[in-house]
């Protein structure tokens, strides 16, 4: 019996080709019609975890050696490594290969196309495949894979609780406009990668300039803020005052595009129910304090592939199935994990003052005193914030 995916995004698509290169027949179903539309990911990725992945170069937009942090006053920090320390990956790029790669590995790809739970039982699933204005229709597959993001679709229809009230998700939003520059605009954001840290460019967030091939760039801004504390400034009135200032905002624009990110800090979020089960966003593997998600979907996908493959080697029930799958990502993800969170959530949702600018100040101009490009790398990708608390309490509090 098939197994179907829902979604196929990375996350998504790269377990259907996992499963279907260890002999399992697979669907994978997407809304989108065309790869490159709606192609929301910044997709800063580290050098060493692009490698292990096993990311195609043709789907590398820029490769990085530098972060450059605009603090609250509008000073400019640097940081400077000799080697690349990570790619900006082209995400329409990326998910083109993913389905290529998926067709070629005999997966049956249906685009253009939604999934509706219809019957959730313990060794199966009955779903309904809804495309336009074609005639529905309904499939029983033996796993039902939810990796629709952090909107969690088919779990939100399955009764599955995304959260409790001890560990809420925390819910941000992004937008983002890829603009078309030329060799003299787009020098001073060239090989690092640049972020607006505090109020006056973002409340509640961040804003970012990534560098693209052909002198294309990513220019975007991403809020986390606290329950109830009304939307103020529209994203967009927000992005297109970040533009200006980086004087940018004669320059075309190529796309416009946004998403949802969604976690929790404690990841108490059920992966599932009986034969259904979720992976990427879906799982909760976006971090909260840099937004970011990519590459942690993709390894939550090459863990559940592991672990269904295990399963048709060796059958148990699916709700111990999953609570060893839950288990094993926790442990993936590691115990800073739930550090970040927690910086996450104090770090956005005070990010609105001016006593909280002052914060920010100071820990940035902490960093510039006593941390390198690498060690700054390490900081954000691998959370090793044990290595700096004690000589950066004195700015974090």
């Known amino acids: 019996m098939t197994v179907l995916v829902a979604g196929a995004g990375p996350a998504g698509a790269r377990l259907a080709i996992r499963l279907a ?34 990311i195609p ?11 450059q942090l605009h603090d609250p006053e509008g000073m400019t920090h640097q940081w400077w490594a000799n080697d690349a320390l990570g790619v900006v990956l082209d995400f329409g790029r990326l998910r083109a290969a993913l389905w290529e790669q998926a067709c070629r590995a005999g997966v049956h790809l249906i685009s253009g196309c939604r999934v ?17 204005r074609s005639a529905s229709e ?32 925390l819910k941000g939003e992004g937008v983002e406009w890829l603009l078309q520059a030329d060799d003299r605009r787009s020098a001073p954001w060239r090989d690092r990668l640049s972020f607006f840290l505090g109020s006056r460019w973002v409340s509640h967030g961040y804003g970012w300039v990534f560098p693209m091939d052909q002198h294309r760039l990513k220019v975007g801004i991403c809020r986390l803020p606290p329950p109830l504390s009304g939307r103020g400034d529209a994203l967009g009135s927000s992005l297109r005052r970040l533009i200006q200032h980086c004087d940018l905002d004669s320059l075309p624009v190529l796309d416009r595009h946004g998403g949802l990110v969604s976690s929790t800090v404690r990841r108490d979020q059920s992966m599932g129910r009986g034969a259904l ?20 979907a993709l390894r ?18 699916r709700d111990a199935l999953i609570s060893h799958y839950s288990s094993r990502l926790r ?51 691998d959370y090793r914030f044990e290595r700096y608390g004690p000589r950066l309490l004195p700015y974090l509090i």
């Open 116 to 132: 509706a739970l219809e019957q959730l039982q313990d060794d199966c699933a009955t779903v309904e495949l809804r495309s336009g």
């Open 277 to 296: 089960i979720a992976v990427g966003d879906a799982a909760g593997t976006c971090n909260l304090l840099g937004g970011e998600g990519l590459r942690h």
């Open 21 to 54: 290169q260890a002999g399992e027949q697979v669907m994978l179903v997407d809304p989108l019609s065309d790869p490159h539309r709606n192609a929301y990911s910044s997709a800063a990725v580290p050098m060493r975890d692009v490698l292990q992945l096993g």
């Open 331 to 381: 442990r993936r993800l590691g115990w800073r994990w739930g550090i970040s969170g927690r910086l996450a959530r104090r770090t956005w949702w005070g990010l609105d003052a001016p006593r909280a600018d002052r914060r920010m100040l100071r820990l940035i101009e902490g960093l510039s005193r006593q941390a390198d490009a690498e060690d700054l790398s390490q900081l954000l990708f």
């Open 57 to 67: 170069n043709d789907c590398w937009g820029s490769r990085w050696n530098g972060w």
């Open 138 to 169: 309904r499939r029983t597959v033996r796993w039902l894979v939810d990796a629709t993001g952090s909107q969690r679709i088919l779990l939100r229809q399955a009764g599955v609780p995304v959260e409790t009230r001890e560990d809420p998700l």
């Open 300 to 317: 939550s996908s090459d863990l559940l592939a592991d672990v269904m493959s295990d399963e048709r080697a060796h059958p148990q029930k």
